[in-house]
């Protein structure tokens, strides 16, 4: 998986600049994808269960490639080299013209109107990821599951719930953590 999640966002930092990189993309998943499923298959055993926090890091780690990617592209199309704002030319007595392109500042690239678009993206995905996803997560867990009793089987759907002590008789303590398994 951390592969994956490398390769996806060094593709998410430099697909503005390099567009043919879009087109790696879906090859490396679909070619990733016989490969794993080959490997699974006919050579590999089931694998350990875990927990729902490796889930939850890829999925920062995507928004937070999401965030750079849209960061990068203000800061690509706003490159005075690539996309000139203003071009001075110099003639020169050899007849040779200089072309000098005034360098822009930090302020002066958000500023620009031609990026003004990937500012309003870029703060709208940081107040949905850092303050419209953590609250509806919180609403969601605090109004639809409940924890359950000890030792208590509830059903949602076609997954089934366990509590740790459950599955454990050995534990004492009282950690509330939910494995899931599907239903066979």
């Known amino acids: 998986m951390a592969q994956h999640l490398a390769f996806f966002t060094v593709v998410m930092i430099y697909c503005t600049a ?9 090859v490396y998943f679909l070619i990733h994808f016989w490969i794993d499923k080959w490997l699974l298959i006919k050579h590999c055993k089931i694998p350990p ?18 965030m750079l990617h849209i960061f990068c592209s203000m800061w690509i199309f706003t490159t005075p080299e690539i996309f ?21 500042g930090f302020i002066d690239r958000i500023l620009d109107p ?11 995905c940081l107040v949905f990821f850092f303050v419209i996803e953590p609250l509806s997560i919180s609403l969601v867990k605090a109004c639809c599951f409940k924890k359950p009793r000890r ?5 949602y759907g076609t997954m089934r719930t366990y509590s740790v002590e459950s599955l454990d008789q050995n534990n004492k303590t009282n950690d509330h953590r939910f494995t899931y398994d599907m239903i066979k």
């Not at 939850?56 to 490639?65: G, L, M, P, Q, T």
């Not at 000139?84 to 822009?104: C, F, G, L, N, Q």
């Not at 030792?151 to 059903?155: L, P």
């Open 18 to 26: 390099i567009p043919a990189f879009l087109l790696y993309l879906p």
């Open 49 to 66: 269960k875990y927990e729902t926090s490796l889930n939850d890091r890829a999925n920062n780690i995507i928004a937070f490639s999401l």
């Open 84 to 104: 000139p704002s203003e071009v001075k030319v110099y003639d020169h007595i050899s007849k040779v013209k200089y072309y000098y392109v005034s360098p822009m």
């Open 114 to 124: 031609r990026v003004s678009s990937f500012v309003v993206l870029f703060f709208a």
């Open 151 to 155: 030792g208590q089987r509830i059903r």
